[in-house]
């Protein structure tokens, strides 16, 4: 299995608070995902990064903003949470043409 | 655009044969199949380039025609593990690399019943 951790794994937070989402990785990969997974929208790109400091919008980033320090840590803040950002959060890593690998995922519930 | 999957759900007993569709409407470079059980993450399963070949992986293989945009999962001899949602990931075709972003399908959620 791919190293990757997700931390926390599970979160409540009120909102209007900030929140920031880890993940881990000891695969050295180059890129690394976060994805979002809500019932009737499958698996959505919220922000990736193509290397430390490199990163770029995907297809559902508003609200969300990420970081990139090191190569093995990928950072998704959520600036100020909102209910519609009840999600299940997928970090992921590639390789390119060897696929891509998921973090076990963190269950965030925003009240 | 999200690719469209098909079917959205399909019932199988043990020993039958599935297949699952992933249709797009952009130029893809690769499609990429996944599945994912209840409460867990995504696995990948396989990885399709563009240039119409076929992989294998067990008893699951899968296909792309590069010029349809399809892409079709094949499931033989089922087996009671093989439950999951299936999902198809598509990388679109650009000028320049797309860094291996993935947009997703659905989902296909089989049932295989003993």
């Known amino acids: 299995d791919a190293g990757i951790t997700q931390s926390p794994r599970h979160k409540v937070t009120e909102t209007g608070t900030p929140v920031t989402l880890r993940c881990h990785q000891t695969e050295n990969h180059r890129y690394m995902y976060w994805y979002r997974q809500d019932p009737g929208h499958g698996l959505r790109l919220i922000h990736y990064?193509?290397?430390?400091?490199?990163?770029d919008k995907g297809e559902v980033s508003d609200g969300y903003s990420v970081s990139r320090s090191k190569t093995e840590d990928f950072l998704l803040t959520l600036e100020s949470a909102t209910s519609s950002q009840t999600s299940v959060y997928f970090c992921a890593i590639s390789g390119l043409t060897s696929g891509s690998y998921f973090g076990p995922g963190t269950r965030l519930t925003v009240t | 655009q999200q690719p469209v999957q098909s079917p959205q759900a399909v019932i199988l007993r043990e020993g039958e044969d599935a297949v699952i569709n992933c249709s797009s409407s952009k130029a893809l470079y690769s499609v990429h199949w996944y599945r994912q059980k209840h409460g867990e993450a995504p696995v990948f399963l396989m990885i399709l380039l563009k240039g119409g070949e076929q992989k294998g992986h067990e008893k699951i293989s899968a296909s792309f025609n590069e010029k349809k945009q399809q892409s079709s999962l094949y499931l033989t001899a089922s087996q009671l593990s093989y439950s999951g949602t299936y999902f198809c990931g598509t990388e679109a075709s650009a000028g320049g690399t797309s860094y291996g972003k993935l947009t997703f399908g659905q989902g296909t959620i089989l049932t295989v019943h003993p």
């Open positions: 990064s193509y290397g430390v400091k490199d990163t």
